[in-house]
């Protein structure tokens, strides 16, 4: 009892329902967490949930494989973390959700890691046998696997962990292969030659998806190709466009005369003028792009100093919009439009090569191109088949009018593999574009100096700007036209416009998006992109494994021969593939003098994108029945925002390519992890909070009670003040638990019944039926923020700061008959389930120990719970209407009495006897029936019509009620401490009210003894 408790004989603290509980305040969550994780693995609570559920819809949340190489980081933690309380939160709704996580184990990173090794020993990769050097890659995986695996456990995260699936299994690798010959199969894999994005670094081409973008350093140069006139197409039947001209360069060259009515002879002597930062692609150029829709005109420099590039009297085509530009640029000091050119003058217009001088001798036709814009640059593109998309596509489309126009459709391969140029490149073969180190090559500037030389230069610069990079090795890639193999994207495959991209966007209309942004997002990059380029030219991964036919090209295709590879790749891996020359499978129908093995291996994303294949249709333990197949299961992927490019995008293009639909219902995103200052992490600025160091320091739940605060649609901060915010949240959390866990200890499990329930429980009740539903539906839509700020300020706000506030005087010091003693105790008992259950997911260590320090068990959890729910009678919307009326009026009372405490004219709430002045009649009449002074824990308390005196305390907030704090008469009870004129009246105890007398004497007949 405190200091200031009246003298008296006895130590009434002893006859008082005071909380009682072993729950200790201080969590000690970094040494308590890993208890409750033996505790489980041994209860085998994971086994102990998917029996509970059997039967049950499932709800499947299937895992994106995080890659087995390093230690976890934040984002790793946020992503596991939020699965895992998608797992949580749909079992305890009555689900069957099962969570099965996985590895993607093959690709470039491993590899890498494995040759790095090599290299420190001095050691060459390409000496060792492929299958001694996949073994290495797969061992190297299977040791991040165990730790990776240890880190997610230690979040908390639930699961199968003992049996998780990785791509490398061998009945993965066999899913893989039966997936890729199903492709082709179909029709939809085919190898063709296309400029890919391909790194110089790790000898391979890229996807989209393994591409980051990253500041970069480029040469510009604006070039000049000076046109030819405008020849009749039966005049240029003889001119070739596959590096040379029949009858040489001069031919090429030689003026004729302009049969333009337009008086198109103002064009003679011309140049097209383009702009590129790629200088070293211009010995692929093959062709200008320009396009219908911008203005062009005919330019003359007429001022300019000696010395320059570009010279007096010299003119170019350039867009109207660009114009001053380029002149600029050029340090063309005077320039004069002679007049407008129309697109139709530029409809079948040639130019040469500005390296014609080199070899380059063939006409370069300007094609319409929709790409072109006036946006920068020239108004004209410079165009490189094999060295972009937009380049390749044009060129493609254009092959007809090319054939007409006598050239050649074929596209020249100018840099090998290592990143040199080839002979296709005549006058800069062996420059390098970017070297083996992935630095820039001295390609650039050769090309330059050779434009120089013969003026063709116009203008050069520098150009700061995000460039493609390997997100692997962080170093610049290259397109560039090279064999691989891909598959189509509209190619029919069951029927006319049954296409690949056709499917996918159609499945993409029948799956829902958290948010909803995601859906234009992953839409967009599907009807944009182009055919998937599957193959990689390295060792570690699942082989495209098909037999091409030497001489037709064409792909094998028998049921037999693809029945033998699956077979062999279930027992042996995918190292069957690598194993021997490939006989075995063609069997004794098919030699391998006549079928070619092929080399390359499956891009990694289609391994990962073939997860559902081998996973989610493959494990009984999941095996949803999907509700696009007729069921009424669903299936869920969560990852971040990157993957609608990744792993989203490659499931949806796998499984719409086999199996004609996504393979999920539903994606959900998050964003990614900023320090405080919404800066990148990284080690050299010092800013990286490693989720290890926060569970070791805090805790896991404090890391899990970060994620599910945070608005993670959008990207996320963290660090020490946030998580200090987490923390004192958490304290706030953890003592509410505790109060009721102490109040608890005195229930004994009878129930008050509904209609013997006083006012306020019902209130409270109603209050948690609200918070519950608004729980349960921030669950359902994934807004895990909006479901603990519900939580949580019910909590703190309407239990801690009111509810239990105002019943604690019946809580501690009522008879243990009291009916409104016993209906709080009721009360608690429903929120403690209703809430603790709700907490689950969230917290799940915290939790546990609350939940078991209540209902102590062997081997029981809160986990094995369902969500204890409300009933819907507790809802009561007038009482609620009245009881909000009631806290209105309480807060002024609360307000007025905390000026007079705060001045020291009095000390506890108990020595005051407000007089509260009430002008409203409807406010004053929801007061009717209501112990106020119990309410807002006075000793006596006084209702009066009227706005009260202008002194008395106000809030602005609540209009027409004013407050007078004035002291309690009587005396001061030694039990409660209320001050009562009652106090005395009571002769067998004269120190106490005759409530508390009440409650001695039932608390001594209890005990057997005399007052």
């Known amino acids: 009892m405190p200091s200031d408790a009246p003298a008296t004989a006895r130590d009434y603290s002893e006859t008082l329902f005071l909380p009682r509980t072993d729950f200790p305040m201080r969590a000690g969550l970094p040494q308590r967490e890993p208890e409750f994780l033996a505790r489980w693995n041994e209860i085998k609570l994971y086994e102990k949930l998917r029996e509970a559920a059997k039967g049950r819809k499932k709800y499947v949340l299937h895992d994106g494989p995080p890659y087995a190489n390093g230690h976890l980081h934040i984002g790793h933690a946020l992503n596991k973390v939020l699965k895992d309380v998608v797992v949580r939160t749909r079992q305890m709704a009555g689900f069957d959700s099962n969570y099965v996580p996985g590895w993607d184990c093959h690709g470039l990173p491993i590899e890498w890691k494995v040759e790095e090794g090599y290299r420190a020993k001095g050691l060459n990769k390409d000496e060792v046998p492929v299958i001694e050097f996949r073994k290495e890659c797969r061992d190297y995986a299977a040791h991040w696997i165990g730790v990776q695996s240890e880190e997610f456990q230690r979040l908390g995260v639930t699961g199968d962990w003992a049996d998780p699936y990785t791509t490398m299994k061998f009945s993965a690798e066999a899913q893989i292969a039966r997936e890729i010959m199903d492709f082709a199969r179909s029709g939809q894999l085919y190898r063709g030659s296309k400029p890919v994005m391909w790194s110089v670094v790790e000898r391979t081409a890229l996807a989209e998806a393994e591409i980051e973008y990253a500041e970069f350093l480029s040469d510009t140069v604006f070039v000049a190709f000076p046109l030819l006139p405008p020849l009749p197409l039966r005049e240029r039947v003889g001119v070739r466009g596959d590096g040379g001209a029949e009858s040489g360069e001069g031919a090429a060259a030689t003026p004729a005369p302009d049969p333009s009515p337009q008086g198109g002879g103002e064009l003679r002597g011309a140049s097209v003028v383009i702009w590129t930062t790629t200088p070293w692609t211009l010995p692929g150029n093959r062709a200008i792009a320009y396009s219908p829709k911008i203005a062009y005109g005919l330019y003359e420099v007429t001022e300019a100093p000696d010395d320059n590039w570009a010279k007096v009297g010299q003119r170019f085509l350039l867009a109207d919009a660009l114009a001053a530009g380029v002149f600029k640029a050029a340090k063309v000091t005077g320039f004069e439009k002679v007049r407008a050119v129309g697109a139709e003058e530029l409809a079948g217009l040639s130019a040469n090569h500005p390296l014609a001088h080199l070899g380059y001798d063939f006409q370069i036709p300007l094609l319409a191109g929709d790409h072109v814009t006036d946006d920068a640059g020239t108004g004209f593109v410079h165009t490189a088949p094999g060295h972009g998309r937009e380049d390749f596509e044009l060129w493609s489309d254009s092959k007809n009018e090319l054939i007409a126009r006598g050239i050649s459709p074929k596209i020249p391969y100018t840099v090998d593999a290592e990143g040199f140029l080839t002979k296709d490149a005549p006058g800069f073969t062996g420059r390098s574009v970017i070297t083996e180190k992935g630095d820039k090559g001295d ?265 599910v605060t945070s608005d993670y649609e959008d990207d996320l901060r963290i660090g020490q003040e946030i998580l200090k915010t987490a923390t004192d949240a958490y304290r706030k959390l953890r003592n509410t638990l505790r109060w009721m866990l102490g109040a608890l200890a005195h229930y004994d499990g009878e129930p008050v019944a509904f209609d013997e329930t006083p006012e306020l429980e019902r209130y409270i009740l109603h209050r948690l039926a609200e918070v519950d539903a608004e729980i349960g539906a921030a669950y359902e839509a994934f807004d895990f923020k909006r479901g603990f700020a519900a939580l949580f300020t019910f909590l703190t706000n309407d239990l801690s700061a009111f509810y239990f506030d105002v019943r604690k005087d019946a809580l501690y010091c009522d008879p243990a008959s009291s009916v409104t003693r016993r209906a709080c105790l009721t009360v608690v008992d429903r929120v403690f389930r209703a809430l603790v259950t709700r907490l689950a997911p969230l917290l799940p260590f915290t939790a546990e120990e609350t939940w078991l320090s209540r209902f102590p068990s062997d081997d029981g959890s809160v986990h094995l719970e369902l969500f204890a729910g409300s009933a819907d009678d507790w809802r009561d919307e007038a009482l609620a209407a009245k009881w909000e009326k009631i806290r209105r009026v309480r807060r002024v009372v609360t307000g007025a009495i905390e000026i007079e405490r705060a001045a020291k004219r009095i000390g506890s709430s108990l020595e005051a006897a407000p007089v509260v002045h009430i002008a409203d009649e409807a406010l004053r009449s929801a007061l009717e029936g209501v112990d106020l002074a119990e309410v807002a824990i006075t000793s006596a308390i006084s209702v009066e019509a009227g706005e009260g005196p202008a002194e008395a305390f106000r809030l602005p907030e609540v209009a027409g009620v004013s407050v007078e704090v004035k002291r309690a008469e009587g005396k001061k009870c030694a039990r409660s401490w209320k001050v009562s004129p009652e106090v005395g009246s009571d002769p067998e105890f004269p120190e106490i009210t005759p409530r508390d007398a009440k409650a001695m004497r039932e608390w001594l007949a209890l005990r057997g003894e005399a007052a």
């Open 443 to 707: 390609a650039n500037q050769a090309v330059i100096e050779a434009l120089v030389e013969v003026g063709r230069l116009v203008a050069r610069g520098k150009l700061r700007h995000q460039y493609p990079h390997s997100w692997r090795s962080k170093k610049p890639v290259i397109f560039r036209n090279t064999p691989q193999w891909f598959i189509h994207m509209d190619h029919d495959i069951a029927g006319p416009a049954d296409t690949l991209r056709s499917r996918a966007l159609a499945a993409i209309e029948a799956t829902a998006f958290y948010p909803p942004q995601g859906k234009n997002r992953l839409r967009g990059m599907i009807e944009s992109r182009p055919d998937w380029v599957v193959s990689r030219q390295r060792a570690w991964g699942v082989p495209i494994c098909v037999f091409v036919n030497k001489k037709t090209g064409e792909l094998l295709a028998d049921d037999a021969v693809d029945n033998r590879i699956a077979g062999a790749f279930e027992t042996e891996g995918a190292d069957a593939w690598f194993a021997d020359s490939g006989a075995r499978f063609l069997g004794n129908d098919y030699s391998l003098d006549e079928y070619e093995k092929v080399a390359d291996i499956l891009d990694v994303w289609f391994d990962s994108g073939s997860t559902h294949a081998y996973v989610l249709d493959r494990r009984p333990d999941l095996a949803p029945k999907r509700k696009v197949d007729g069921g009424e299961d669903e299936v869920l992927y969560l990852e971040g925002s990157d993957q609608h490019r990744g792993w989203f995008h490659s499931s949806l293009l796998e499984s719409c390519g086999t199996r004609g639909r996504a393979p999920y219902d539903a994606l959900l995103t998050h964003g990614f992890v900023l320090d405080e200052q919404g800066r990148k992490m990284s080690k050299s600025l010092g800013n990286v909070v490693a989720p290890q160091d926060v569970i070791k320091q805090s805790g896991a739940d404090i890391l899990r009670l970060w994620v």
